[in-house]
Structures are given as structure tokens and as C-alpha cells.
């Protein structure tokens, strides 16, 4: 886990701690060995599983690929979090991201507890049956440990459904008769996944800031406006505002919180920038999102790079470098590309009020701290991008009940869900000091305490 992680597990704790109304059960010497306990349950995971997947690639080399599976804690279920391609994977990495799904899957009530997975290879310099291959390995060299109840693999950056589908056909293969359906999720709707698992994470960062623009506001408004806090300040002061956002990252949860920042109905937004691995395009009049999605869906994903490419698909744009996108003006920032986006060394050129974390620890704890010290609203991941793992449990489920439900049903199941969550969260947040991550962590660790106590496991 990194410094920042174990950091706010231990704020959260010491918040827990000092309030007598939580598990007033455990008291005196008793309450302070317990909550010690549960730091060091927090801060380190259950298993580091790492291989090395043997490869006879097609063009006649053969390699070992590093591989892991970390499952950090499964109090609350069987592990479950993604599997990533990417060539800087590594075991601190893997770790701290199995970590945030423990309190992710803990602060929206899944019932799953926390893994995560690697491969440290960049999935586009290898042919698709290579990639193939590489699948299979995976869940050959980790199939002992995996499974519908045990661990629960998903996409993450450089897989998606084609991998799941490969995934859970080996899986299949390695354990006839057992069940099989719910051992991965992610998968192709044909292939058993559920209707809405491509878009749910993106649509579920989307929102969760249209939540707290809109609806929170809406129902709450002159509640919030009573309150003396900077964050609420900040809030109010965009609320009924246009709004300018930008989105860095432009894949699987960029593009679709991009599509639903440009359609919503209920907010004045205008998406004046987006990047990727590229570059930035930028348009302070608006771009034409739906023209970029329908581009990407059919150049591997990338973006336009070049004035000709953006005239052929007309749509009107500067093209800056890809880092430009944090530092434009704008109101609302979502980032979801990768970690550590938002640094010591950029923090001071961020102009957004609002950060929006599509992705996992975009933003490091000095940039986090320094911002927040400034009434930056940041809407940390482990709130922000449950959508994919909640729709991930609903997948899981209908793999088990043979039932599968239609695309609104599971939108509808998705945004109640994460609902549920805002209104447990969002009012502490207005009320008290902290940023809304500390308040997220707080609620995560609550549960988990809670469980390990009522499990006896809190000793
Ligand atoms: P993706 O691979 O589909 O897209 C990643 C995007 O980021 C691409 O547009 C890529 O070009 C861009 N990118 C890569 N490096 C960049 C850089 N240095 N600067 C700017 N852009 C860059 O991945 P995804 O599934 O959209 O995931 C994005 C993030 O969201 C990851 O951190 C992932 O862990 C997190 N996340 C994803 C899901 C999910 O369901 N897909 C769920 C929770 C969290």
C-alpha cells in the first residue's frame, strides 16, 4: 500500500477511535489493541501471488512475463478487482489498487472483498494471439486461487471483454462441472456479462458529480448554504454556473464520462478539453464529443492527433500535448487515465475547483493536500469509479441466478446504489472539516471494523 493510502486508513482510524459511539463494546486497553489490529489488517493484503507465465510467442521467442495477483482483504467476500496490461505495472502498484477496492467495495456496501491484478507487458506490442495465450497462462499458473467464490477477476487498463471471454473459457476448461459463470465478470454480453458493464464506470463518475451538483443540491440546498465550510462554498459557488470541464484520459471510463457530461440535462456543461496518451484537443467553445467516441471506436481508440484527421470528422480543435489538459481553464476536471496525474510539480497550475477521479489515485497526497487546502472539491476514486464493480456484483449475480436483466433495469440498480452511498456520505462531508476522502474512508473502515468485530476477527 502506498504512504497516502495507509495515511487516511490511519486518520480514518483515529477518527473511529476517538468517537465512543462507534463499537462502544470495545473500551479502554481493549478499544486501542483492537484498532491497532485493524490498521495492520488494513495496510497489508492477504496474499502477493506473482508468477512468471512461460510464453512461446508466435514470432518463435520464448519469455517469461512477471504476473500478479494480490488479494488484499476478504472480510466482506470473495476478492474481486481487474486485471491490468501495462507495462509499468508493479507489486506496490497492485497492491494499493487490491487496497482501494477493499474500501471501495466496503464504502458502497458490495458484498466483495479486495484484489487486483498485473502483467507487465504493453498489450499493443503483441499479436492478438499472443495475447491469447498470455490469458490462458494467467489463469493456469493462478487458477487455485481464483474463482466465483474465492476471487473474482475483471477488466482493468489494457484488458477488457475479450480478455474476460478468454479468461473464463480456460477457467472452464481447467474445472469442468464446476461453476464458471460468475468467475469472471467484464465479460461479453453473448458471452454471459451484463448490459452496461462497458459504460458503468464512466457513467457512475459522471454521476457522481452530477449528484452533487444536482440532485444532493436540489434536495438540500438551503442545508448546505448554513454550513461553514470551504468545500460547501466551493460548491455553491459553480452551483446554476455554466460549466467548462475537461477530461484527461479518453478510454473505457474517460470517453463515456465525456458522452455524459456533454448530454446531461441537468447541468450547463460544456467539455472544452479532452486528452489521451497523445494528445490534448481543446475548444473553449465546446467540443463535439460524439464525433471524437465515434472516431476512437474505430482508430484503436486513440484520438485525432493531426488537423486533417479532425477536419475529415469535423470537428473544430486546437491539438496541445497531453499533460496541457490539466492546467486550462476550466471549472471541473475528471481524470481517468492513470495514477499519480496530479503532482507536486503541476498541483500550483490546476485551475479546476472540481476534481472528479475517474481513475485509481490520480491525484498524490501533497497535490491532494495542497488543493484541498485551497477548497478544491476532490471526489476521490473509491466514491467515483464503483460503477464498474458494482455492475461487477450485478454481473456475478446474474451469472449465478441464469437471469439477466435489461440495460435501464441495471442503470437503475447502479445509480440506486451509488445514491445510497452520496446521501450516507455527503452530509457528514458538508458538516464537518474534511475533504470528501477522509469521509469516504471513514465510512469504508467503519464497515469493515464493524464486520471483522462482529466476526471475531477484531482482536
Ligand atoms: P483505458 O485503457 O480504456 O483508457 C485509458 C485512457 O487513458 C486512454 O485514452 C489512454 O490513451 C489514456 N492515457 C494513457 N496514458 C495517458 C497519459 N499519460 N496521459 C493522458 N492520458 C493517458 O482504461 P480505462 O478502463 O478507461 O481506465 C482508466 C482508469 O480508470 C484506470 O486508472 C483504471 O484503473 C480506472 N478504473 C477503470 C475501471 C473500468 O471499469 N474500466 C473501473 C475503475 C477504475
Known sequence: MTNQTVDIVKDSLQALVDNQAFLPELNGERRTKAFTSLLSILSTPNHVNKSYLRIALENGQVVRIPAFRVQHNNILGPYKGGIRFHESVNEEEVVNLASLMTLKNALHQVP?????????????????KDLYVICKKYVQYFSDILGPDKDIPAPDVGTGEREMDWMMGEYKS?????????????????????????????????????????????KHETWVSERDN?????????????????????????????????????LNNKVVAVSDRNVTLHNSEGLDIP??????????GDLPTTDMELKHIGVKAEILNREDVLSLNMDVLFLAALENQVHDNNKKGIKARIIVEGANAPVTTEAD??????????????????????????????????????????????????????????????????PLRQNCYIHAVMKLSTILYRQGKLY
Open 112 to 128: 466483495f472483498g479486495g484484489g487486483k491484478g498485473g502483467v507487465i507487458i504493453n498489450p499493443r506490442e503483441y499479436s492478438e
Open 291 to 300: 464525433s471524437l467516441v465515434k472516431f476512437c471506436s474505430s482508430n484503436h
Open 230 to 266: 470551504k468545500f460547501a462554498k466551493t460548491v455553491l459557488a459553480l452551483k446554476s454556473k455554466p460549466l467548462t470541464v475537461a477530461v484527461q484520459g479518453f478510454g473505457n471510463v474517460g470517453s463515456v464520462a465525456a458522452l455524459a457530461a456533454y448530454q446531461c440535462n441537468y
Open 369 to 434: 493536500d495542497y488543493l484541498s487546502e485551497q477548497g478544491v472539491v476532490i471526489i476521490p476514486d473509491i466514491l467515483a469509479n464503483a460503477g464498474g464493480v458494482i455492475v461487477s456484483y450485478l454481473e456475478w449475480l446474474q451469472g449465478r441466478e441464469t437471469q439477466f436483466y435489461q440495460e435501464d433495469e441495471v442503470f437503475e440498480k447502479l445509480y440506486e446504489k451509488m445514491s445510497d452511498t452520496f446521501e450516507a456520505v455527503l452530509p457528514q462531508f458538508f458538516n464537518d472539516p474534511f
Open 174 to 218: 481447467i474445472r469442468p462441472g464446476e461453476s464458471y459463470r460468475g468467475s469472471f465478470t467484464g465479460k461479453s454480453v453473448e458471452n454471459g456479462g451484463s448490459l452496461g458493464r462497458r459504460e458503468a464506470t464512466g457513467k457512475g463518475v459522471y454521476y457522481t458529480f452530477r449528484y452533487l451538483m444536482h440532485d444532493f443540491l436540489e
